[in-house]
């Protein structure tokens, strides 16, 4: 699962090039974590899929995840791989639910749907993605479902009886 | 050419595909422009089987949530059972014992049988050869016998379970994997006199849904349509997990990237399948199937009739479940569809905090578009059936 050889070699080399950007790193079960900083993703990322250390040509997931109460509240994972070194790493930013996270479409167009699952799942938006609306749910759904504060049985309505009373409409 | 496509040339039209076609694979909504017969672009509309298994996931316990994984790829429901229990395990930091790792090799590759062999038969019936579905069926059945046998089930197994599987790995189970090794390679033999040299067969195919390494990587393309389009990578074999590491086996490719590839590329991963199941039943070791953790593998229901710690643990096990340390892991395994992924991330409860699952069918998707943009309508159910869509998967 890990990176290559010597993991702690490698996230030196990172955090050398990238200084503030990175922000926490981490292995944990031998998989390699970085925290990093919003404004340097995109480069982190391009960097990551052309340096030949690391040629992570191939992106596995983007997953959003909700932390409320915390501030901020999302955090963005993102998986990646390399087929033609045999590694992973995971990066992960934090955004906080008023803020928007560049699109790394432009690096692996793979990452479209995962993005797409994201923003309709979690609201999350990311800037620059060429066709940013929901996959999963209905184009009018109101919320997003796998927020922490969306309930399990979703809202009451015509059509859902057994849904929660929405709070606001009272 | 050029000429004479100006002069057939009508409007663009829009054409819905599906949601409900028989091609479709169950419920995939395509929206196709088209120009006379060629395709101009693909817009692919998934989530009519959205069930939420992620936020269900959220709010059960940790061994409540085996069963919502047979509902993902329903097809070849072991591979997901694998996929989660094994990041489960990863995070509870165990090492689960000997012999259970050949039960649940065996089990992910007859899996993988399972779901390759209705990948071939919808695809024939989706172009018109009735027959090959009935004999893939035929072939399936002998592998569901085996789930019964197995687990009591056919279809949604809940076979492995967090520490484990459920239930032994008996002689009779050994005999019938025997038996399917000995018989399975003539009625794969038997496909590839009614397919492989057939003329229609290879004609609907060859060429048609071309993709190369290149986009597919950038695609996210995985499984045997990545390996179809000639990149080596197969997680069993690169990042190995259970016992792959000691099981000698290869991983086809195929060179053109089209549809006739990827269905070479699944006869060959089966017949692959019967060396990994066969040299795992001749080499698996006896011992226990469980790990030794009361907490994590229960006594069985018979044991809690005449003896009450056995009881206390059964009870505790089915009403608050286990806790698991605080942190996340990814682990992914080889489904017979491309990496099948599972994220958890764990605040030291009894219910994961978060599950995200990486589906190979939604990724797979992806490339529908660029695999059939400049073909003719009729290259789309071809392409698509050799992607194996299932959307149980895919939507989750």
Known sequence: ?170 | MAEREDLVATKTIKLHFGPQHPSAHGLLHLIVELQGEKILNVETDIGYLHRGTEKLGENLLYHQFVPYTDRLDYLCAMSNNLAYVMAVEKLLDIEIPERTKYIRVIAAELSRIAGHLLCVGAWGMDLGAMSILLYAFRERELVLDVFEMLCGARMTLSYMSVGGVRYDFTEDCKEACLNLVKIMPERFDEYEKILTGNRVWLKRNKGVGVISAKDAIALGLGGPALRASGVRWDIRKHEPYLIYDRLDFIVPTGTNGDCFDRYAVRIEEMRQALRIIEQAVKEMPDGPFNVDDPQLAPPPHDATYDNMENLIHHFKYVSHGFKVPKGEVYVSVESPKGELGVYIVSDGSEKPYRIKLRMPTFMNLQSVNKMSKGGYLADIIATLSSLDPVFGECDK
Not at chain 1, 18 to 23: H, R
Not at chain 1, 110 to 118: C, L, N
Request: hydrophobic share 35%.
């Open chain 1, 1 to 170: 699962m890990a990176v290559e050889g010597n993991q702690s070699v490698s996230i030196k080399k990172l955090t050398e090039r990238f200084g503030d950007g990175i922000i926490d790193s981490s292995v944990y079960r031998d998989e390699v974590t970085l925290l990093v900083d919003k404004g340097a993703l995109v480069s982190i990322c391009d960097f990551l899929k052309t340096d030949p250390a690391f040629r992570m040509d191939y992106l596995v997931d983007v997953i959003g995840v909700d932390y409320m109460p915390a501030s901020p509240r999302f955090e963005v994972v993102y998986h990646l791989y390399s087929i033609s070194k045999r590694h992973r790493i995971r990066l992960k930013v934090k955004i906080d639910e008023s803020e928007s996270i560049p699109t790394v479409t432009g690096i692996w167009p793979a990452a479209d749907w995962p993005e797409r699952e994201a923003y309709d799942m979690y609201g999350i938006i990311f800037d620059g993605h060429p066709n940013l609306k929901r996959i999963y749910m209905a184009p009018d759904w109101e919320g997003f479902p796998l927020r922490k504060d969306y309930p399990l049985r979703g809202y009451k309505d015509k059509y859902n009886p057994f849904g929660e009373e929405k709070e606001e409409l009272l």
